[in-house]
């Protein structure tokens, strides 16, 4: 979110921002609103919902967690959402997914393909296919468009050699989020947010039919990387999988604090 608050930005365009904190900064910028109000709140979700052209839903935890607070806030939240935007008219929501609701999806499967069978590594995976689940219920029995987007690691720039493969550059998401606004009558859809990485693990044929054009490769850091962390070993097996260490065994449940 915070990557993409200045990304998003247009003229004539708002940006109501919503999480269970103030923003980074506060709101002093032309074209935003701020809500704090959590996605639980199917009240605070209404109000934040109205007159609003598209919902990107970005809240959640982030990460695994103990079944009940990926329940309460990932699956119940999620459903909030989607409710509250039907019950506000918004046509459009669009739902930050992950490459978790896969996870388990093997190197024999790479790259791994658009609306891939849902494999995930975690209980935050299984929010992410719940998710999914809700979108295309919301789409097929309202009507409303609604676009998942199985989002691989979004950060500044690649950490590991396993993020060669799956960078999305903060700009990539940027235009990715923005195709995904601007995209006539999408319907349901699922697809990977990365990087045209030359290492890339997924396909990006659903999100280039969106509008999506990618303009960053992860092997602009390879050399650094490999340097820091040597070759990737093919035996590694957090690159087994497409979910990475979320699919080793400090991830199994009766690990979780």
Known sequence: ??????????????????????????????????????????????????????????????????WERVL?????GTYTVFEAARRAGVPRVIFASSNHAVGFAPRSAFPVPDYAFPAPDTYYGVSKVTGEGLAAQYHHRYGMDTICLRILSCFEHPHNVRQLSTWLSPDDAGRL??????????????????????????????????????????????????????????????????????TQPEYDADRLG
């Open 1 to 66: 979110g915070t990557m993409l608050r200045t990304r998003l930005a247009r003229p004539g365009r708002t940006l109501r921002l919503l999480d269970v904190v103030p923003p980074p900064g506060g709101v002093g910028v032309p074209g935003e609103d701020a809500i704090v109000a959590s996605v639980t709140d199917m009240a605070a979700m209404i109000e934040a919902s109205t007159r609003a052209d598209a919902v990107i839903h970005l809240g959640g935890v982030s990460g695994e967690a103990p």
């Open 72 to 76: 309460e806030t990932n699956i119940q």
């Open 177 to 246: 989020f923005e195709a995904c606004l601007t995209a006539d009558q999408p319907g349901f859809r699922v697809a990977f947010g990365a990087s045209a990485n030359t290492r890339g693990v997924v396909s990006l044929d659903e999100a280039r039919a969106l509008g999506y054009e990618p303009m960053d490769n992860a092997e602009a850091y390879a050399a650094e990387i490999i340097a820091a962390h040597g070759e990737p070993d093919p035996a590694d097996p957090v690159l087994a999988y497409l979910g990475g260490e979320f």
